[in-house]
């Protein structure tokens, strides 16, 4: 069945730093969504990228979905205290559910 | 806009009783309701698929008769854990994907998820 992985599992940041994080899929995808999930929380839509190469920028965060739809990363500038969560990415295949991914648990060091 | 509810945000049962959650979108309607699972420092495990009126689809692995699904209304959506045992303990967290928006035909909205505990 179709499985999406996210990489790395955990990311601890310096505030102020960049980072990315990874998601690949096993299958071509129709779209693929991100979520963020705060420390006791619930999972809150950020965005969905439908096209092949598309790039999307909300404030410090950038997605990118790739070239042949199998993978999708997610690019944060200056990181914040306020970035602490847990980030994941869903992807969805033509005709199958939403396949979240392992997630990425983001740690931003003072 | 695009507010999910869930009730009761928490429940503790004895083991072998019966419990109810609520989903609802409050400001919009929505097509389909799914059912996700998390356990602790894990993604979202989809349960099932909800559309209104109809039976809902249970992934593969899920018991349809343990975890009951009434998809009653275009808002309204329950999930009954059925002699519930320990190992049911969970957090269950519903979503909502509304009839018309704007961040994509797939966009998912989630309520803020029931803590399950069962002693």
């Known amino acids: 069945g179709q499985q999406v992985m996210q990489i790395p599992q955990y990311q601890h940041v310096q505030e102020g730093e960049d980072f990315t994080t990874y998601c690949n899929s096993s299958t071509t995808l129709s779209n693929i969504q991100w979520y963020k999930q705060r420390p006791g929380g619930h999972p809150v839509f950020l965005i969905q990228l439908v096209k092949s190469g598309e790039v999307k920028k909300q404030k410090r965060l950038t997605f990118q979905f790739g070239e042949a739809k199998k993978n999708s990363s997610l690019h944060i500038t200056a990181t914040q205290t306020t970035d602490v969560g847990t980030y994941f990415c869903a992807g969805k295949a033509a005709g199958n559910k939403l396949t979240f991914g392992g997630g990425t648990r983001v740690l931003v060091k003072p | 806009g695009a507010v999910v509810s869930q009730h009761p945000s928490r429940v503790i049962c004895k083991s072998g009783t019966s419990v109810k959650i609520e989903c609802r979108s409050l400001?919009?309607?929505?097509?389909?309701m799914f059912w996700y699972r998390q356990f602790p420092k894990q993604s979202l495990m989809l349960m099932a698929t909800s559309n209104e009126g109809s039976k809902a689809t249970y992934e593969q692995g899920v018991e349809k008769d343990k975890f009951l699904i009434n998809h009653a209304s275009l808002t309204l959506s329950t999930l009954t854990v059925t002699s519930a045992h320990p190992e049911d303990s969970s957090f269950y967290i519903c979503?909502?994907?509304?009839?018309?928006?704007?961040?994509?035909?797939?966009?998912?909205?989630f309520g803020p998820g029931t803590r399950l505990t069962v002693l």
């Open positions: 400001d919009f309607q929505a097509t389909t």
């Open positions: 979503s909502a994907r509304p009839l018309r928006t704007s961040g994509g035909a797939d966009t998912q909205y």
